[in-house]
């Protein structure tokens, strides 16, 4: 489809601002910089609008005195999402050009490291609330969390193409938008939109660190790949020459690949998913890597369980599981699951081998993580020397306290 055509059909986000008040302790956590504001805390409200009709908060104290400026959504219960606060700013592909350009300034190390794959918009952590933009060579997938950014879209697109121009973009909606179709105005999760090229990309390879992977943003998993493990990705490849690897929950086999450049002697790949097995086989071969890689498609912690009853052991051993805390309530059971993780991941590393754990769990707080793993070794009988504790890489900067996800421990068993 051609894309200005149907850009140029979407609503334009009303004229008329919203105008709100907030509580005091909502109020204070909007001057730290916190980027949303929730339903429950606002106070008065001018007039009730549409998802992306710009909301202006004004000071509680001092009779209109600007605050922030932000996105409305009153489908969420977070209300506002914050666009720019202190200075107040009109809102249009002139500001999206500028937050944009600083976007991509950030990345810009990447490509000069031969990675044309990253992710270019992390969301609030990027100034942009509620979008997350990925780049795969030509290739643009823009995932929307909220249907507040609709109205603002043909501004957005305007921008990205002066800033980033891609071949073609590919639309994903969080699973909660792809139900809220009277604001959806014929946008579908998975339709890619022609901006350069008028044929549809069939098979979507892109860069990373000089190797070759494939994504396939439509049914893969995030937009495609997990673009966040890029760095310990790297770091692996530094410690599998002549290892045996284990990759646990491999996905499309991003940690399999490194080690095999690496010099790994071989490589195990373990997830439930088959189809993400299948594209870790043909990863490999995109770059014509040849050392013995095998696939088991199967519950990891099964397949643990089952390789340390045949006292199967690994130099190198890699777990990176789902997130599995969503909410408040998981994190003890998340933490549980990390605790038997280590356990079943020590009990196939053999002594003196490392072990690389990580969580995409935001609600885990790191040192706990890093805490959890050391006592769960202990309990194991191995004491575990630390070799690094990562965090996130360039283009997943952390903005704000949720923003921050992902932790990674490097130890020696
Ligand atoms: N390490 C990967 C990303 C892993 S994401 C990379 O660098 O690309 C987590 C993976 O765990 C997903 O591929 C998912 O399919 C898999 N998974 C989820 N539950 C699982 C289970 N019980 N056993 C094995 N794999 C699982």
């Known amino acids: 489809m051609d894309f200005n055509t149907f850009l140029s059909q979407l ?30 805390s606002i ?73 044309n794959g990253y992710r270019l ?49 590919i639309l994903r909606l969080n699973r909660s938008l792809q139900k809220q179709t009277e604001f959806l105005h014929g946008l579908s999760d998975g339709m890619t939109l022609s901006l350069l090229a008028s044929r549809p990309p069939n098979l979507i390879l ?3 660190n000089g190797l070759i992977f494939e994504s396939d943003p439509i049914h893969g998993q995030k ?28 996905y499309t086999g991003g940690f399999s690949v490194y080690a095999a450049r690496g010099g790994a002697g071989e490589v195990l790949s373990v997830d439930i998913s088959a189809p993400a097995l299948e594209a870790a086989l043909r990863n490999m071969a995109h770059n014509e890597l040849t050392i013995p890689h095998e696939t088991i498609a199967e519950d990891a912690f099964e397949v643990l369980a089952r390789m340390a009853s045949e006292k199967l052991l690994f130099d190198l ?42 969580s995409c769990s935001s609600r885990v707080d790191a040192d706990v993580f890093f805490e959890t793993i050391h006592q769960s070794a202990k309990e194991a009988g191995r004491k575990l020397t630390e070799i690094e504790r990562t965090g996130h890489a360039l283009d997943h900067p952390i903005g704000f306290k949720e923003g921050a996800y992902l932790k990674c421990l490097f130890a020696r068993a």
């Open 206 to 208: 892109f860069r990373e």
């Open 223 to 250: 937009t495609g790949f997990f673009l966040d493990q890029r760095d310990n990705r790297a770091r692996v490849e530094k410690l599998s020459k002549g290892k045996s690897v284990l990759n646990v929950f491999s």
């Open 317 to 358: 051993v890699i777990l990176d599981p789902p997130m599995f805390a969503q909410s408040e309530k998981q994190i003890a059971s998340a933490l549980s699951a990390y605790r038997r993780l280590t356990r079943l991941g020590l009990g196939v590393l053999r002594q003196g081998g490392t072990l690389v754990q990580a």
């Open 43 to 115: 106070t008065e409200q001018s007039h009730t609008g549409a998802p992306g009709d710009l909301a202006v908060i004004f000071d509680d104290a001092h009779a209109r005195r600007f605050l922030a400026i932000g996105l409305y959504d009153p489908t969420s219960p977070i209300r506002v999402r914050i666009l720019q606060s202190r200075e107040p700013a009109t809102i249009n592909a002139d500001w999206f050009q500028n937050k944009l350009a600083s976007a991509a300034r950030v990345r810009a190390p990447l490509e000069e490291k031969n990675t």
């Open 121 to 169: 918009v992390h969301g609030e952590n990027d100034g942009l609330p509620g979008l997350v933009l990925d780049r795969y060579a030509d290739i643009l997938v823009l995932k929307l969390y909220t249907p507040a950014w609709i109205p603002h879209l043909k501004d957005f697109c305007d921008a990205l193409a002066q800033v980033s121009p891609a071949s073609h973009l």
């Open 11 to 40: 609503p334009a986000p009303s004229a008329k601002r919203i105008a709100l008040r907030i509580s005091p302790p909502a109020e204070r956590a909007l001057r730290q910089g916190h980027p949303w504001v929730f339903d429950q």
